[in-house]
């Protein structure tokens, strides 16, 4: 299935509030959390034998992947934020 089509109402709902970028953006967010937190759960389960406590370290990688995938998402959505269109990007 195509992710236009399964997200569909999320989609609809965010462009309208935000405008499409800015609404898929959102959307794509929001999967990204849903992946933070099943991977989260996952690591809950699979625990470092070298740091207890910790998720083993494929976990960790992709938990900082994500996030850091988040943020850079987060610094688009800044960006096309209407107060935004009056600054060059390099500022």
Known sequence: ????????????????????PRGRLAVTLDLLTDAMAFVGQHGVYCQSQRWPGKPVMDIQIIMKNIADAKALIQSVMQQLAPSAGTHSPAE
């Open 1 to 20: 299935m195509d992710v236009f089509h399964d997200r569909r109402d999320e989609l609809d709902h965010y462009e309208t509030m935000m405008g499409a």
